[in-house]
């Protein structure tokens, strides 16, 4: 054997140090590998991050913690609301959503529906402006929040189900006793997974951000509010 050649040994009993002596790196090992302190999320000081831009939006969570991994999990959810874009129409007060179809004409209790073409009245006649048609987007309402929803799908087995726990945090990493808050549109708050036994435990968990959208002066709002908000 060539004595130039590198001698590994060193790094590899380093390596079996810091990560163990397995060679899995799937989550459910990470105690058995000693790599606890690589894990995505394992704590709410540093955890999986997600996004939502447009409302209302669906998380669905599908995954396990518990024996030999991570006993909790946690996830960031940044919001900042794309107010040109929205999945439903949100009322205003005293406003009403229209619904426009393409369905045949007809007379209705004498009322003949309406034609709308965008290429007529472009410019201002006889101090009417154009309508401008405002379709699945967001109105800017004076300290607007949304709705934050969290439902446990469960499993189906209640030997499992009862032995897991998720709950809603606010930015302020304190614990929320609802499943249900509001944040601001532009906010961000947090969702922990608990494994409350010594078990390896799946789960099944629905987020919906933004099925409700209200101004954060409706006195509905404060009593789920995400606290600590400045």
């Given at each position: 054997?060539?004595?130039?050649?590198?001698?590994?040994?060193?790094?590899?009993?380093?390596?079996?140090?810091?990560?163990?002596?397995?060679?899995?790196?799937?989550?459910?090992?990470?105690?058995?590998?000693?790599?606890?302190?690589?894990?995505?999320?394992?704590?709410?000081?540093?955890?999986?991050?997600?996004?939502?831009?447009?409302?209302?939006?669906?998380?669905?969570?599908?995954?396990?913690?518990?024996?030999?991994?991570?006993?909790?999990?946690?996830?960031?959810?940044?919001?900042?609301?794309?107010?040109?874009?929205?999945?439903?129409?949100?009322?205003?007060?005293?406003?009403?959503?229209?619904?426009?179809?393409?369905?045949?004409?007809?007379?209705?209790?004498?009322?003949?529906?309406?034609?709308?073409?965008?290429?007529?009245?472009?410019?201002?006649?006889?101090?009417?402006?154009?309508?401008?048609?405002?379709?699945?987007?967001?109105?800017?309402?004076?300290?607007?929040?949304?709705?934050?929803?969290?439902?446990?799908?469960?499993?189906?087995?209640?030997?499992?189900?009862?032995?897991?726990?998720?709950?809603?945090?606010?930015?302020?990493?304190?614990?929320?006793?609802?499943?249900?808050?509001?944040?601001?549109?532009?906010?961000?708050?947090?969702?922990?997974?608990?494994?409350?036994?010594?078990?390896?435990?799946?789960?099944?968990?629905?987020?919906?951000?933004?099925?409700?959208?209200?101004?954060?002066?409706?006195p509905g709002a404060m009593r789920y509010k995400n606290v600590g908000i400045n």
């Open positions: 054997m060539d004595e130039s050649a590198i001698d590994v040994t060193q790094r590899i009993l380093n390596r079996h140090i810091v990560y163990g002596a397995s060679d899995s790196t799937q989550p459910q090992y990470l105690s058995a590998n000693k790599s606890l302190n690589y894990a995505a999320g394992g704590s709410i000081s540093s955890p999986e991050v997600d996004k939502v831009s447009i409302i209302p939006f669906t998380i669905n969570y599908k995954d396990t913690v518990g024996l030999f991994g991570k006993e909790n999990h946690f996830v960031r959810v940044n919001v900042n609301i794309d107010y040109k874009t929205a999945f439903k129409c949100f009322e205003e007060p005293g406003w009403e959503c229209a619904r426009l179809s393409q369905e045949e004409l007809n007379v209705v209790s004498h009322y003949f529906q309406a034609e709308i073409d965008t290429n007529k009245d472009l410019t201002t006649v006889n101090t009417y402006q154009p309508a401008e048609i405002a379709q699945n987007s967001v109105a800017k309402l004076f300290d607007g929040y949304v709705s934050v929803d969290l439902e446990n799908l469960k499993t189906g087995n209640k030997y499992i189900d009862s032995w897991f726990d998720v709950r809603l945090y606010t930015k302020s990493r304190e614990e929320h006793p609802y499943d249900k808050m509001y944040v601001r549109a532009n906010d961000y708050f947090y969702i922990g997974f608990h494994a409350r036994n010594t078990k390896r435990l799946p789960y099944n968990v629905k987020c919906v951000i933004g099925q409700e959208y209200i101004s954060g002066l409706e």
